[in-house]
């Protein structure tokens, strides 16, 4: 099997693509920048084809996203080249070439007003981010055998992200407070884990939207929390504020997180609690120390 991941220089990317290399799959990944993948720009839409030319996919996972979501607010029109139009252009040429299509999804298609979801909750989204992505999806679920996985709060120890995790352990390392949401609800999850149940899925011939988040449902302060006991840090740098003090330009889904019944009943298992995979975390951190 030969697998295409457009993104593959992102925080999930990467870690499919580790991830393919260990379990032998023949994999090819896609960035705007650096050196060892195929260029492709999900607002150029003639970087497309030849993408597929070059590397004849039989299974693409599309990661690739404006995932800033403040700037998806300040910039709609690049927001919906990217997260909307880029991937209805992936969309047909997987339905040319035949390949699976595995879209990245996000719990950001709800409002979070009565969160956590499931697969057939009806979308309403609150920001331009929510919309577009939606709009991705919708265009990749067209395609036959199409799977979408919806996930959130993705973390990981990787030095060239700046997920949650790795900006807590940047502001505590730096002696720098950090204000972090206390009324922001969802399950946190582990990017190393993410891509061992989508690859999963995939291999299972897993179709239409599946949640695939941690069993944790946390406020985003309770998960700082809980990242400060595994790494052994005093939460003394942790400032815990209401979302309507951020002053964020985009609005946020307060209750959500998403349930994740169905994929435990597909995989036969649910993914690791978030103190598990924390402690995979602390473990590197040590290394380090
Ligand atoms: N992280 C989360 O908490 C979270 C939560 C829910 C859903 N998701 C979804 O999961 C997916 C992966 O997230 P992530 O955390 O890995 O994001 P990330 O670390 O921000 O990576 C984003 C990726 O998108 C690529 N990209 C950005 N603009 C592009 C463009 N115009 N054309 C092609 N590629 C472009 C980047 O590649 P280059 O800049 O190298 O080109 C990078 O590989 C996204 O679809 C996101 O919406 C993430």
Same mark, same amino acid.
Request: with cysteine; aromatic share 8%; net charge positive.
């Given at each position: 099997? +030969?697998?295409?991941?457009?993104? =593959?220089?992102?925080? #999930?990317? /990467? @870690? &499919?693509?580790?991830?393919?290399?260990?379990?032998?799959?023949?994999?090819?990944?896609?960035?705007?920048?650096?050196?060892?993948?195929?260029?492709?720009?999900?607002?150029?839409?003639?970087?497309?084809?030849?993408?597929?030319?070059?590397?004849?996919?039989?299974?693409?996972?599309?990661?690739?996203?404006?995932?800033?979501?403040?700037?998806?607010?300040?910039?709609?029109?690049?927001?919906?080249?990217?997260?909307?139009?880029?991937?209805?252009?992936?969309?047909?040429?997987?339905?040319?070439?035949?390949?699976?299509?595995?879209?990245?999804?996000?719990?950001?298609?709800?409002?979070?007003?009565?969160?956590?979801?499931?697969?057939?909750?009806?979308?309403?989204?609150?920001?331009?981010?929510?919309?577009? +992505?939606?709009?991705?999806?919708? =265009?990749?679920?067209? #395609?036959? /055998? @199409? &799977?979408?996985?919806?996930?959130?709060?993705?973390?990981?120890?990787?030095?060239?992200?700046?997920?949650?995790?790795?900006?807590?352990?940047?502001?505590?390392?730096?002696?720098?407070?950090?204000?972090?949401?206390?009324?922001?609800?969802?399950?946190?999850?582990?990017?190393?884990?993410?891509?061992?149940?989508?690859?999963?899925?995939?291999?299972?011939?897993?179709?239409?939207?599946?949640?695939?988040?941690?069993?944790?449902?946390?406020?985003?302060?309770?998960?700082?929390?809980?990242?400060?006991?595994?790494?052994?840090?005093?939460?003394?740098?942790?400032?815990?504020?209401?979302?309507?003090?951020?002053?964020?330009?985009?609005?946020?889904?307060?209750?959500?997180?998403?349930?994740?019944?169905?994929?435990?009943?597909?995989?036969?298992? =649910?993914?690791?609690?978030?103190?598990?995979? &924390?402690?995979?975390?602390?473990?590197?951190?040590?290394?380090?120390?």
């Amino acid at each position: 099997m +030969k697998a295409l991941i457009i993104g =593959a220089s992102g925080q #999930v990317g /990467g @870690a &499919l693509a580790s991830l393919c290399v260990r379990r032998k799959i023949e994999v090819y990944g896609t960035s705007r920048k650096g050196q060892g993948f195929l260029y492709l720009d999900l607002a150029s839409p003639e970087t497309i084809p030849d993408t597929f030319e070059k590397s004849r996919p039989d299974l693409v996972l599309l990661t690739s996203a404006l995932t800033h979501v403040d700037n998806c607010e300040r910039d709609p029109a690049l927001a919906r080249r990217i997260n909307a139009e880029g991937p209805a252009l992936v969309a047909a040429e997987c339905a040319k070439a035949g390949a699976k299509l595995v879209y990245f999804s996000t719990e950001y298609v709800f409002d979070g007003k009565a969160g956590p979801y499931g697969e057939d909750d009806a979308p309403s989204p609150v920001s331009v981010y929510g919309r577009t +992505k939606l709009e991705g999806e919708q =265009a990749c679920l067209a #395609v036959k /055998g @199409a &799977l979408s996985v919806r996930t959130t709060v993705v973390y990981s120890h990787n030095p060239a992200s700046r997920n949650f995790i790795m900006q807590l352990i940047g502001n505590r390392r730096a002696g720098v407070k950090m204000r972090v949401p206390s009324d922001q609800y969802s399950n946190p999850t582990y990017a190393p884990e993410l891509a061992a149940a989508v690859l999963d899925l995939a291999a299972a011939d897993a179709t239409g939207i599946y949640n695939v988040v941690g069993p944790d449902w946390l406020s985003r302060y309770e998960f700082a929390l809980k990242a400060c006991e595994a790494f052994g840090f005093a939460p003394d740098f942790l400032e815990p504020k209401l979302t309507s003090e951020l002053g964020q330009a985009a609005a946020r889904p307060l209750r959500a997180g998403l349930k994740t019944e169905k994929l435990a009943k597909k995989l036969g298992h =649910a993914l690791p609690p978030a103190a598990e995979s &924390l402690g995979k975390i602390a473990a590197i951190l040590k290394q380090y120390e």
